[in-house]
């Protein structure tokens, strides 16, 4: 179990212009990756290295967007001006987190433009809409290549700021957080509001950033 990636809902000005903002701060290539049609969505990759990336992601106008839970919470948090929208933890088997949390995964799948088909399962979504600061679940299907397997980088995620309690995350994940990474640190403060992922803290060749 470990942090595969991030995920920024688009700003009002469209999923191209906020991951080019995002990938100029950051100081990486952002990577077109495609539609989600279960989803109703589609993302912009931002790689980085240690097998992680930015996932910028946009809902789009389709029906899928209304009944998908990823759907619909890309779609408030963009209503709602954009920004980070929640935390991926990967896993090798999704059937132990169906067990322990009593519910079943999705399929989810997307055509990169180049063609190659990227296929996973996730779970927690729902988890995520109802308590943002918990993370959802991914297992990529065997074979496929990961969304940074390209990255050419060394930017690197230092720090995730969580608006939440520590103990609540443990319980949903069965470990504590720092568990799924040795590189991450991940720093707790109490909400003021909505709980949730409030930034994230990049290492670049430039310094640290923090968005």
């Not at 980088?153 to 995350?169: F, H, K, M, N, S």
Request: charged share 25%; no cysteine.
């Amino acid at each position: 179990m470990r942090v595969d990636h991030v995920v920024y809902a688009a700003e009002h000005d469209g999923l191209k212009a906020t991951a080019r903002r995002l990938a100029e701060q950051i100081g990486v290539e952002p990577v077109d990756g495609g539609v989600h049609p279960r989803f109703g969505t589609r993302n912009i990759i931002l790689p980085l290295a240690h097998e992680r990336y930015v996932e910028v992601v946009e809902v789009l106008d389709h029906p899928a967007s209304d009944k998908a839970p990823f759907g619909q919470v890309v779609r408030a948090r963009s209503e709602a001006g954009g920004g980070w929208l929640g935390w991926v933890v990967q896993v090798d088997d999704i059937s132990e987190q169906e067990q322990r949390l009593g519910r079943e995964s999705v399929l989810g799948n997307r055509h990169r433009p180049d063609g190659v088909e990227l296929r996973w399962r996730q779970l927690g979504v729902k988890g995520l809409q109802a308590d943002p600061q918990l993370p959802f679940f991914i297992q990529w299907e065997e074979g496929v290549p990961h969304p940074s397997h390209d990255a050419n980088t060394d930017v690197t995620i230092e720090t995730l700021q969580i608006a939440g309690d520590p103990e609540r995350v443990r319980d949903w994940l069965g470990l504590p957080a720092d568990d799924t990474s040795s590189v991450i640190d991940f720093t707790f403060v109490s909400p003021h509001g909505t709980p949730g992922l409030m930034s994230v803290t990049f290492e670049t060749p430039r310094g640290e950033v923090t968005i």
